[in-house]
């Protein structure tokens, strides 16, 4: 059974590890991804991020990221996932984003946790604006995300 | 409802508008009438000139996704009265 | 700065998130991986495991899994990364092994907590006893485990 | 020290066996006097005949794996006095 919830609150990472660990008794390999809010533009430079907003499309985000689950879960096998991802605003080094699979090998669990995330990331109605010393800015879908997404897809789909 | 459907009748569409789409636009929410059966993609090119003159760039078809009523849609599908039409620039949540 | 532990005690994967999360200020991603004794030799399996037996090489396991993680920066560099493998009576469902990876990027950390991982299972002197309705046996290593570890050499290594 | 490198002095070995092997050996930990400058693979083809007959199996030099002085090691390394082998069979952990 899976769980996924767009909210505004912090999540507790701990507690959805336990309650993921209850759904999914008899697994053997629990993978959890948190994505947190990186206080600098790039690694090592001196110019800091302040805060991000995150915005979504209220109705669509819900049933996009459901649908993102039942895909990966459909291509690696897992008994139960949970995904939480905030929206509004969040400052440098809180947390964004929560995935967590349990499956009963671990190859499942980390191609399904890998594969939500670079869905989240490219077909998931969600907008980050970075705002810091150099001032706000919307953050364009990265080259590397759509990368990484492409390599879910089967050649057939290619076109 | 099946009126709506008919070409040449009046359809009035709300469009939505994200993250710098909604900059350019000036607004999130913008409700115009158009005739219906009128296609996503004639819609976007009649609000172009609309929109300040920054959003040319962001409202390309390559670039911009398109829902109707909070699903995923092609850009030659047709829009019907009370339809809602979102323009979703390129994602970058996680 | 990395943590290994090799422990009889259980671990708490929330406290250890939080203890990563502390050492690794700045980082975008933290991915986590726990292994669990699974309750069946095979899933849907009629037989059941009532307990493992994790054997090891006291002296040799906490050099080898210190050197398997500084390996894994060296390929993946990331912030920091905990390992804690338990040892000793484990019983189904309990957990086993804790590798936490916090990177700037996301890729990083997913693929060295998988290289870890790979590597625990095939590198690090450990020996699992499965206890249960077939009695009792040392599991030998699992060829799907050499070819996940086997991913990680470069070409010019094979010989 | 310098003395138990010289071959033909008397070097006691520690050997330790592991998982199956220390059930096929029915021991954890043997201490055995050879040669200074045998090498390991030698003392485990003198090994074998001492330790349970299912051991013969599973003590071969392309399964089990070997350490010495708890750093892993090639098996034409040469043994010193108060060495101690490890006898590693596939490892498991994980």
Known sequence: ?159 | MAASLVPGCAAMIKARFFAQLAEDAGCDTLELEFKAGVTARKLLDELEPRIAAPGIDTLRHDVVLLSINQVMAEWDAELSDGDEVGFLPPFSGG
Chains 1, 3 share one sequence.
């Open chain 1, 1 to 159: 059974m899976n769980v996924i919830r767009i909210q505004t609150d912090d999540f507790d990472v701990g507690a959805e590890y336990d309650a993921l660990r209850q759904r999914a008794l008899g697994a053997g390999a629990i993978v959890q991804f948190v994505g947190l809010v990186r206080d600098r533009y790039q690694a090592g430079d001196a110019e800091k991020i302040d805060y991000i907003e995150l915005q979504h499309y209220d109705g669509m985000t819900q049933r996009l990221c459901e649908e993102i689950v039942d895909d990966a879960q459909q291509r690696f096998p897992f008994v139960a996932a949970t995904v939480v991802h905030r929206v509004g605003r969040l400052s440098a080094d809180q947390q964004i984003v929560l995935v967590t699979v349990a499956s009963q090998h671990r190859g499942n669990a980390f191609n399904a946790a890998q594969f939500i995330m670079d869905y989240l990331k490219t077909r998931a109605t969600l907008w980050k604006k970075e705002v810091g010393s150099r001032g706000e800015q919307w953050v364009g879908m990265k080259q590397s995300d759509r990368a990484a997404a492409a390599r879910w897809v089967e050649p057939e789909q290619i076109n």
